[in-house]
């Protein structure tokens, strides 16, 4: 069975400072991967998303994601925080079937 | 601009009552989905439609039944609805082909008392 597993269910980091969420996935989730993101009292949105072009995935507002295989991690990073960044944000991995992660949520302290 | 649309963003019911939850999407996509989202547990996947009238048990079925008449529509449904089904629940749609982003409504909480 295919799991994602986000490490850290809160994070805090101060304002303009590095943003770094953990996702390890199973070696059996099929190489597509994605972040999404939940701002309160809304559905999910896509960040990024993964399908074996590039390791290194851009996405909006300023985050972006390193695929990297002999660790099974998809790590979600921004260079600087913004207030704005405060939300949840989910891991997820598969094909038409997609197992989320159980979330990370942002703190942005300013 | 891609519509996920849920019929309520707010229900109260009472425990043992019948309750449906609608999902409409206008992007013609094949793939439709209802997962339930609780503190701690992220989403969980409740049932899965690839095409008009076909659907496939997620990983929390029990409880959940589900109907896709029409492409655009698909309904959630609590046949004698539990206090244990408080939640939040999000309905997706997608095309079929695999790595599609996943467009979401924004939510229906509902509570049962």
């Known amino acids: 069975a295919q799991s994602v597993t986000q490490l850290g269910s809160h994070v805090s980091v101060s304002e303009g400072a590095l943003v770094l969420l953990r996702c390890n996935y199973s070696?059996?989730?099929?190489?597509?991967l994605f972040w999404y993101v939940q701002y309160p009292n809304q559905g999910l949105q896509l960040l990024l998303k993964?399908?074996?072009?590039?390791?290194l995935v851009k996405g909006i507002n300023g985050f972006e994601a390193e695929f990297k295989k002999s660790e099974t991690s998809f790590h979600l990073t921004k260079p600087s925080a913004h207030m704005s960044d405060a939300a949840e944000y989910f891991c997820?991995?598969?094909?038409?079937?997609?197992?989320f992660g159980t979330g990370t949520k942002l703190q942005v302290i300013p | 601009d891609v519509k996920v649309t849920q019929s309520s963003r707010y229900l109260v019911k009472r425990t043992g009552e019948k309750v449906f939850l609608e999902c409409v999407q206008d992007?013609?996509?094949?793939?439709m989905f209802w997962y339930r989202q609780d503190p701690g547990l992220g989403l969980r996947l409740i049932y899965f439609?690839?095409?008009?009238?076909?659907?496939e048990k997620g990983d929390i079925p029990e409880g959940y039944s589900v109907s896709r008449e029409k492409k655009e529509r698909f309904s959630l449904i609590l046949e004698s609805a539990s206090t244990n089904q408080t939640s939040m629940y999000l309905c997706?749609?997608?095309?079929?082909?695999?790595?599609?982003?996943?467009?979401f409504g924004p939510g229906t909480r509902l509570t049962v008392l």
């Open positions: 997820a991995g598969g094909y038409q079937k997609v197992t």
């Open positions: 993964y399908t074996s072009a590039a390791t």
């Open positions: 070696s059996s989730v099929p190489p597509y």
């Open positions: 439609s690839y095409d008009v009238k076909m659907k």
């Open positions: 992007m013609d996509h094949e793939n």
């Open positions: 997706a749609s997608t095309f079929r082909e695999g790595g599609n982003t996943q467009y």
